[in-house]
């Protein structure tokens, strides 16, 4: 028997696949212009951060490459949003909710979840690791200097 904790967690995901649904077709939708627009400005920033730390060629195309993989595995979990949402709504609707069925259901938008952290936790590395110590200092002072709002 599930505790009403576990139950009540599960109805929180499924709250917030809710209202990422609602924001994202606020947005444009699923792989709308405004996905497409926030990895044009990752990738911006990116690019500028690098700047000072002046990479080489290869260095920046491994870098690329890092950001690539890590946009393809964003790419990917946005994908499954829509048939996760369907699955979250049959759940919703059913007269009675099936907690082993909610149990599972959380456990797979949570695996979901890490795959995409372990794909930024890798770029992250990929990158750290092409860098010298000087040029991760240089692109750290960057963003020191130009982080916004939340960041600071």
Partial sequence: MLSRRTILGSVAVLGVGLITTVAAV?????????????????????DEALEPAQVTAEQRARIHAARDRAFAAVETHRQARRSNMDEALSLFEADVVDAGRLATFRAQREAEHRQVADAVTQAITEVHDVLTPDQRKAVADWIRAHRRGHWN
């Fill in 26 to 46: 606020a947005y444009g939708g699923p792989g709308g212009r405004h996905g497409m627009f926030m990895k044009r400005f990752v990738s911006s920033m990116i």
